[in-house]
């Protein structure tokens, strides 16, 4: 869906290379760096939700507001001077879904724009250091159309109709529009573009539902990563597991485990040797409000965190659905 101020500034980095901590080229501490401090948009990375690939009847909008909270640590390499490192991440999301007829099958677009304010703080050759960045994150498109049990159907039709098994496919796309500044280590943005292949599958069983999902982030290279840099991503493997209970139509429960592996990142070549292998889980409750309005509250915690931020995350969304005439 997932900010000024120079403390980690350019004199603690340059003190960094002068100490030499992994070689004698410039370019070892800002590489050893990269991975530990790419916290803000790793946090909106970290990311479950139920119910993805859900079918709605064709002419259904859906309008989103929401606000996610993250707080919590960050997994650096022991050999670098920096420690107690800690973030809280606020994010607040605008977004709006349509739903339409794709050769007879049920598809959706959607289009999500975040807004960003974090506070990064750590101690970098044992003095505090903090950083703030706020401004407007990376817009994020996404795209899905049901391939197996998941006819268009006009809202009459859909009311009528019995759950059946549905097999689904999306691409999100995030697009980097966010607040960036290559003078900075730490950025609301990652200045690259970034594809997500999906698929999903949705199990109906009586009142209860299972949803499990796997997919694989890609990225281009950010050919400005601080002060000119070229910074890579390997692909970063998703897979997603639901269980959940509906107590009525928009009233119901899920428990919601991921697991992410690869993702390791280079810098002008070099490898970080930081491939992530974590794991996370949480619950997600909705609760209808009135009638087309609805209210999802979301809790996610670090299950298992090889490298990178381990995170607490709280979360609040408010939608809005509507038919077409």
């Known amino acids: 869906m997932w900010h000024g101020g120079a403390r980690f500034r350019a004199s603690s980095i340059i003190a960094l290379q002068n100490r030499r901590k992994c070689g004698v080229h410039p370019v070892c501490a800002v590489l050893a760096l990269a991975g530990a401090l790419a916290i803000i948009p790793m946090a909106n990375a970290q990311e479950m939700e139920p119910r993805a690939f859900s079918v709605s009847p064709i002419g259904t909008n859906f309008l989103v507001g929401g606000y996610t909270r993250s707080t919590g640590g960050v997994s650096t390499d022991p050999s670098l001077p920096i420690t107690n490192v800690e973030a809280v991440i606020n994010s607040g999301i605008l977004g709006y879904q349509r739903s339409f007829s794709l050769a007879g099958r049920a598809a959706s677009a959607a289009l999500l724009v975040p807004y960003v304010s974090g506070d990064v703080s750590g101690d970098v050759e044992e003095q505090s250091r903090r950083v703030s960045r706020t401004g407007l994150g990376d817009v994020r498109l996404r795209f899905t159309a049901n391939l197996v049990g998941g006819p268009a159907l006009t809202p009459a039709e859909f009311a009528r109709r019995?759950?059946?098994?549905?097999?689904?496919?999306?691409?999100?796309?995030?697009?980097?529009?966010?607040?960036?500044?290559?003078?900075?280590?730490?950025?609301?943005?990652?200045?690259?573009?970034?594809?997500?292949?999906?698929?999903?599958?949705?199990?109906?069983?009586?009142?209860?539902?299972?949803?499990?999902?796997?997919?694989?982030?890609?990225?281009?290279?950010?050919?400005?990563?601080?002060?000119?840099?070229?910074?890579?991503?390997?692909?970063?493997?998703?897979?997603?597991?639901?269980?959940?209970?509906?107590?009525?139509?928009?009233?119901?429960?899920?428990?919601?485990?991921t697991y992410y592996t690869g993702g390791e990142t280079s810098v002008n070549g070099i490898g970080k040797r930081d491939r992530q292998a974590n794991a996370r889980y949480g619950v997600t409750l909705s609760v209808p409000i009135v009638d087309g309005m609805s209210v999802k509250l979301a809790w996610a915690d670090s299950l298992i965190t090889r490298f990178g931020g381990s995170f607490q995350t709280v979360g609040l969304t408010l939608q809005y659905r509507w038919f077409d005439p």
Not at 176 to 202: C, D, H, M, V
Not at 225 to 230: L, Q
């Open 162 to 257: 019995t759950p059946t098994t549905t097999l689904g496919a999306s691409l999100t796309v995030v697009a980097p529009t966010g607040q960036y500044n290559p003078a900075q280590l730490i950025n609301i943005s990652s200045n690259r573009w970034a594809f997500k292949p999906e698929i999903g599958l949705s199990q109906p069983i009586g009142n209860w539902f299972m949803d499990a999902s796997a997919g694989v982030w890609t990225f281009t290279d950010n050919t400005n990563f601080f002060r000119g840099n070229v910074r890579s991503q390997d692909p970063l493997w998703t897979f997603e597991l639901h269980g959940g209970y509906n107590f009525h139509p928009g009233l119901w429960l899920a428990a919601d485990a």
